[in-house]
């Protein structure tokens, strides 16, 4: 995310709205399975940073990683996909414990931290390295990321623009960029506010 000024209620029954299965991924909390997995999913919110302190929130997060997915350079630098052209958006690796929730909680809660009838970027990102992004690695992620983005656009009454894309190489970000708002907490409180991100998503879903 740039440097330039420039540059939500609880979601289960939101989630259950969907009608989407749970999965093996997914497994029932309580279960066996659940008890002795972890699971992962990729998102792409747009600034990294952003993305990483809103799943980092969540019950059942065990931890985040920001990165960069989705395209062909191999071990691209913050600078080369900021700049453009590479293929890649910025996205975060999330790492739950599948015995206290699942990729469908995941998901509905994503959706309300981004403003998806953007396509042109994120926020006061702007670029295709900016799009936010569900990165599926299964079927069933697919039918959650889709379900998930129909009933955004039912919502809001307009087409979502948020990418359903197959995951792909995830690379971690720089050092630097691993919990950033914690690390610079001023500094990314002052981005996050100039980038106008949580203004804009009270106008979009308020108590929706």
């Not at 993305?51 to 080369?80: C, H, I, W």
């Not at 900021?82 to 809660?109: C, F, K, M, Q, W």
Request: with cysteine; glycine share 10%; aromatic share 12%.
């Amino acid at each position: 995310m740039r440097t330039s000024p420039i540059r939500i209620a609880p979601l289960l029954g939101a989630a259950l709205l969907l009608g989407c299965d749970a999965t093996a991924e997914t497994a029932a909390p309580g279960s066996a399975q659940a008890s002795t997995q972890r699971a992962a999913a990729v998102f792409a919110g747009g600034c990294f940073w952003c993305t990483e302190a809103d799943f980092d929130k969540m019950p059942g997060v065990l931890s985040t990683t920001s990165g960069y997915t989705g395209g062909k350079l191999r071990n691209p630098t913050y600078e080369q996909v900021s700049a453009g052209g590479t293929g890649h958006i910025e996205a975060v690796r999330v790492v739950y414990d599948p015995a206290r929730t699942n990729y469908t909680v995941l998901a509905a809660r994503f959706m309300r931290t981004i403003d998806p009838l953007d396509a042109g970027g994120s926020f006061c990102d702007r670029g295709y390295g900016y799009r936010s992004a569900f990165f599926v690695a299964n079927p069933e992620q697919r039918r959650t990321a889709e379900a998930v983005k129909a009933r955004a656009a039912a919502v809001l009454k307009k087409p979502a623009a948020t990418l359903v894309l197959p995951a792909a190489t995830f690379y971690p970000a720089e050092g630097y960029h691993q919990d950033y708002y914690k690390k610079n907490p001023v500094r990314y409180r002052f981005y996050r506010g100039n980038c106008g991100r949580d203004a804009r998503l009270a106008e979009l879903w308020g108590g929706k």
